[in-house]
């Protein structure tokens, strides 16, 4: 894969003006904490890059410091999962509503969580949540409807974040220190060594991570015509 990385810093007097407005506002700046600004694009098309993960790797000793577990929601409507890419911490809960007039049977074979909630409809779905201990990507699915494909991405720690439309995030509150940044996007080769970056934080600098990702063709398989017809539609 062709990957093009830029690692800069953003110049001292920007961050202290950034830091003078915050106090100005009344709100105490974070001592000895770093930001990430992150813009990705896809390198085929040049387009901003949104739905990728990036997410700031703490050794276990920092970790529990910024454990934030809370509870999520990824609807179904119109036969497919809302949003597409969910981050959540570890401990979280998710609850998996159905906001169709159709029944969906929810289920992940990934080894990061492993369930199933057999056939519900809307309305049912108040107790149709799971929470997810282990870190990783889950990948979850429809019995019914082949096409609906959705990824809930479990983070270590609450310092994980998901590009916007226009393949910008923002990870503020990172602690000062060298630590591995890793990236992730559902058409990313898995095996691919340059998705994981070493970066040093400081509090004197925000830090910028520009990347372009050459992504795999997305192969999954599309709503078929036919397919509404059956007796779940
Ligand atoms: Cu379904």
Redesign the pocket.
Same mark, same amino acid.
């Given at each position: 894969m062709t990957l093009a990385l830029l690692v800069s810093k953003t110049p001292l007097w920007a961050r202290s003006i950034a830091c003078c407005a915050a106090l100005c506002a009344g709100f105490a700046a974070p001592s000895h904490a770093a930001e990430l600004r992150i813009a990705l694009q896809d390198a085929d098309t040049g387009q901003p890059l949104a739905n990728a993960v990036v997410e700031v790797r703490l050794p276990i000793g920092l970790q529990a410091q910024f454990a934030a577990t809370d509870d999520y929601s990824v609807d179904?409507v119109e036969?497919e999962f809302v949003a597409n890419v969910t981050v959540i911490t570890v401990g979280s809960r998710v609850n998996f509503p159905n906001s169709d007039d %159709?029944?969906?049977?929810v289920y992940s074979f990934s080894p990061a969580k492993v369930f199933e909630l057999p056939l519900y409809g809307n309305g049912q779905s108040v107790n149709f949540s799971e929470i997810f201990e282990q870190p990783g990507v889950v990948e979850i699915g429809?019995? %019914?409807?082949d096409w609906?494909l959705g990824y809930i991405y479990v983070a270590q720690t609450s310092l994980a974040v998901k590009t916007d439309d226009n393949g910008q995030a923002l990870i503020s509150g990172v602690p000062v220190g060298e630590f591995s940044v890793r990236i992730w996007h559902p058409r990313a080769p898995l095996d691919s060594a340059e998705l994981e970056q070493r970066i040093s934080f400081d509090d004197a600098q925000a830090s910028n991570l520009r990347m372009a990702l050459t992504l795999e063709r997305d192969t999954r398989l599309r709503r078929a015509p036919n397919v509404s017809r059956t007796r779940y539609r």
């Open positions: 179904q036969k %159709i029944l969906h049977h429809c019995n %019914i409807h609906m």
